[in-house]
C-alpha cells in the first residue's frame, strides 16, 4: 500500500470544487486534483454532496 501524503485544503474551496464537479463545470487540472483528493475513478458519476440544492 502506498502511503499518501496529508494536504490541508480548505473547506470553503472544497465544497465550492465538488460542487462545481457535480455539475461539470471544472476545469481538467481542477477535476483530477478533486478525484486525486478524494480517491475517486473518473468513469464513477456519483453524488458527493448528498441532498444538495446545487444540482
Known amino acids: 500500500m502506498?502511503?499518501?501524503?496529508l494536504?490541508?485544503?480548505n473547506s470553503?474551496?472544497?465544497?465550492e470544487?465538488?460542487?462545481r464537479y457535480e455539475q461539470g463545470?471544472?476545469?481538467r487540472s481542477m477535476k483530477l486534483w478533486v478525484e486525486?483528493?478524494?480517491d475517486l475513478k473518473s468513469h464513477e458519476q456519483q453524488k458527493l454532496l448528498p441532498?444538495?440544492?446545487h444540482s
Do not use: G, T, Y
Request: glycine share 0%.
Open 2 to 5: 502506498s502511503q499518501r501524503k
Open 7 to 9: 494536504h490541508w485544503v
Open 12 to 15: 470553503p474551496v472544497l465544497f
Open 17 to 19: 470544487a465538488i460542487i
Open 25 to 27: 463545470r471544472l476545469p
Open 36 to 38: 486525486q483528493l478524494l
Open 51 to 53: 441532498n444538495s440544492p
